[in-house]
């Protein structure tokens, strides 16, 4: 056995070099490529891929993963156990998928962003629709060939983005939240109390908003020397190897607090990725945290810390050094103004409270589409439907509706984990506040304790434990809207005071 | 034959879609990466380089190349002739190449790069002097290896660089260029002309340097839907794939001029790429292209346009408008300002005039160099005895002395481009100014009717001739430093008054 752990470990560190490869390539993608080279450079990219793909499914390294998985009562290291059991699970999944097979759902996927680019672009769902109709289909393809498959196609979808958490406990989870949301979004409606937002769109150049950017990084603790800032069309964050984890934004002349909360946003995923175990990355077992658990952390960030009193205490004085074209709003203002709850069209830009609701929308649609309750062309008039009903908004056209998320052109299943995420950050901060004085920390910028505290307990076993595992160990609890519920309350009541 | 020929280039695309994944991968090395990330982002490169070379060097295609070599005359189309020409050439110089000893040599660049980056750094030749007699040594290995080796060790490496030409042709250019240049640098010196050069140094914010050399790339005819301008530590151009040519800048905030004259230089190259035939690239042969007429069209947009008195009148208000830092600066006072000819340290930042001596110096000492004439701890005192002899100047450190270029961390060969670029230009302009009006079209701005005829003439057959063939074809003449020595008198004789 040491022998093929051993071999088996070689064929981890060439796939390695292409994982790196594609995340420089990917990156290059999303940032810099210009329009002329788009066609040429995603071929590209659906060519490694496809080598890469090649490479973890040859006979050998299938060979490898059966015995080294009958026989791993041999090994003795816990984490080359865990390293076997994943891979075990995952060429379950994928065993059946031939090469062609991976190459066709490439070019599915590369053709359905670039068919949903231009259906936004021209705010018409008609010249996405056969593309989502293939990506619907060839999904679903994949997920028939699994050995492993769960019974209902949805759950199969789910476990893939966030390990565990299905339907039986999703359909609860969300009837709760959504409960709690619309009783606090009533109450909101309700408050007499106005924020000001009349300098919401004032015009602040934007090598200003750069500067501004790199000082949020630096202040919450992301590392530039093993990463970088630039800008793309939809900002996402690269890791790209184990010193490269970059992140990007978008700047709007218009739109700085879009700009400042993207970066903090990105910057949170950043810092977890800076921050895992060397013992996992030597192990291999370094992709395994799940989208819930690395957008808990990414919100924690943005949200729990940024949009809170005590982080706009510490960064006002720098907000106003920086743009002298706000220099006539208060600490108070600033604060208000972060934290405006609005039902609104576009989930990207939503406040923490509506956030929920714009998350249960797709959840519920993507149950419909999956049990085959709805047909591709009849998925606009629902999803206006539900924008109006849930948050009372009519919905003007696809590009500001169904079009708005990139996520569907690449299948189903992400979305309920954005929901997810505020969860366990609300679950675990509970005990963070009783382990360190998370709030005074905040307000004196100390974020060596604070990220100190991340790295100990909510880092540290993401890569090893199911989000079930994870939150139980974290809080001693199981996944519930509670706590989030209750933080949410906590904190409109005193901005809306009702 | 057909089918020969078929599979051949089956293999070629193969080989293009690794020298595009590089192209984007050696672009991020070169700009984006961050520190932490370095040296795995260089192992990714040097991955990657020997799968290349592996693949271009397997017996498959090694039998293709022969036989098609031996059948030649029996495929139709010209330029698929000469493909297998070129092929058949640079296969009888790397075919005794084994991958081991081309990953070795990739290593030996790679540590000879990043020692050279530490000894510039530290101001300290002995840092890169071990690396530097490795590089020394292993060029030499790799050219004995050659099946169709030049007598003259040298000539392989200036055979290389500028096909054809070697040191019979060039130790005369160099003499006359060499006199022609003292000469003038001698009138230059007895001029009793001064020119205001108070308001070099004065700072200008980067975002406006940003702004401006989007400005004149658009300008001169640069396709930014095929590009893309973004910053490094050394400014280079990179012909990532067919429509990705891409420009890097490095902003000085106390160099204005420095950044405006690089981006002209580096816009000059792309221009040149993004306007070679198509037929060329379908024959896959895109990539031949020498580096003295790359310098000779770079060169051209910096010098001979972007000196010149009518670009300078064509792109003064605009200049004042975005930099009011130089408002007071008139017209004849900036042209000057960028003709200031003055013997100093750097290469990079050298007018027109003394460039070349620069060349001659570095030319004078590869050739000690490859004839085993200098021991490798001698090579900085030679550097700056010459730099005394030629330019008059003191080297104060070797930063500013012999570790100012990276050239020869990957070996020798390319300097004399540089000075063969200047003078095949200067030969080209003097039919250009025959056939089009071209001192009156560059006052009005008009790049399409100058790119046109570059195009035209210039470009249309650089990937087919050589460098010999070319020039011949382009102005009768062979090349001489004549028409070089002669503009730059006509030029300097009405800044300098003498």
Redo the contacts between chains.
């Keep these: 056995m040491e022998n093929k752990l051993k071999r088996f470990k070689e064929i981890l560190a060439l796939l390695r070099?292409y994982e790196?490869?594609l995340g420089?390539?990917y990156?290059?993608f999303e940032t810099?490529?210009?329009?002329?080279?788009r066609d040429?450079?995603g071929?590209?990219l659906d060519?490694?891929s496809n080598e890469h793909f090649k490479l973890s499914h040859s006979d050998e390294i299938k060979g490898l993963i059966q015995d080294l998985y009958q026989n791993k009562d041999k090994i003795s290291d816990p984490l080359d156990v865990k390293l076997v059991e994943i891979w075990y699970e995952n060429y379950a999944k994928t065993k059946n998928i031939t090469p062609e097979l991976d190459l066709k759902m490439s070019n599915i996927y590369s053709r359905a962003y670039s068919n949903w680019l231009k259906a936004k672009e021209a705010k018409d769902y008609s010249l996405f629709k056969d593309s989502f109709k293939e990506v619907i289909d060839i999904q679903r393809v994949a997920v028939n060939l699994r050995e492993n498959k769960l019974e209902k196609y949805y759950d199969n979808l789910l476990d893939d983005c966030e390990k565990g958490m299905l339907q039986e406990d999703l359909d609860p989870f969300f009837n709760e939240l959504k409960v709690g949301l619309i009783e606090l979004i009533n109450k909101i409606k309700n408050s007499k109390h106005v924020i000001r937002r009349d300098f919401l769109n004032r015009n602040v150049?934007?090598?200003k908003q750069e500067a501004f950017s790199k000082y949020l990084l630096e202040l919450n603790g992301y590392?530039?020397?093993?990463?970088?800032l630039?800008t793309t069309e939809h900002p996402f964050t690269s890791d790209?190897?184990?010193?490269?984890a970059?992140v990007t934004t978008h700047y709007h002349e218009d739109m700085v607090l879009s700009n400042i909360f993207s970066v903090i946003h990105e910057g949170g995923h950043a810092i977890f990725m800076q921050n895992e175990r060397d013992e996992d990355y030597d192990h291999f077992i370094n992709d395994e945290i799940t989208n819930g658990m690395h957008e808990s952390v990414s919100r924690f960030y943005e949200n729990i810390v940024g949009r809170s009193k005590e982080y706009i205490h510490l960064i006002y004085p720098k907000f106003i050094e920086t743009f002298d074209e706000f220099k006539d709003i208060s600490e108070r203002e600033l604060y208000e103004a972060v934290n405006i709850v609005k039902p609104s069209l576009i989930r990207t830009e939503a406040d923490e409270v509506t956030y929920g609701l714009h998350i249960i929308i797709r959840y519920e649609m993507e149950k419909m589409i999956c049990n085959n309750e709805i047909n591709v062309n009849d998925i606009p008039a629902m999803w206006n439907k539900l924008y109006k009903d849930y948050l009372g908004v009519g919905v003007p056209n696809d590009s500001l509706g169904v079009l708005q998320d990139v996520h569907w052109s690449s299948g189903f299943g992400y979305f309920p984990s954005y929901a997810i995420g505020n969860c366990y950050n609300a679950m675990y901060i509970k005990r963070m506040e009783k382990e360190i004085p998370f709030r005074s920390l905040l307000e004196k910028g100390d974020f060596t304790t604070i990220n100190k505290w991340m790295k100990e307990n909510v880092f540290i076993h993401a890569n090893v434990l199911t989000p079930k595992e994870w939150i139980k160990e974290l809080t001693g609890e199981s996944l519930s809207p509670k706590a989030f519920l209750k933080y949410l309350n906590n904190k409109y009541k005193d901005i809306y005071q009702f």
Tied chains: 1, 2.
């Design positions: 070099k790196h490869a420089i390539m990156f290059d810099i490529v210009p329009n002329g080279a040429d450079e071929d590209i060519f490694f150049p934007i090598y590392d530039f020397n093993r990463g970088a630039t790209i190897a184990k010193n490269d970059r």
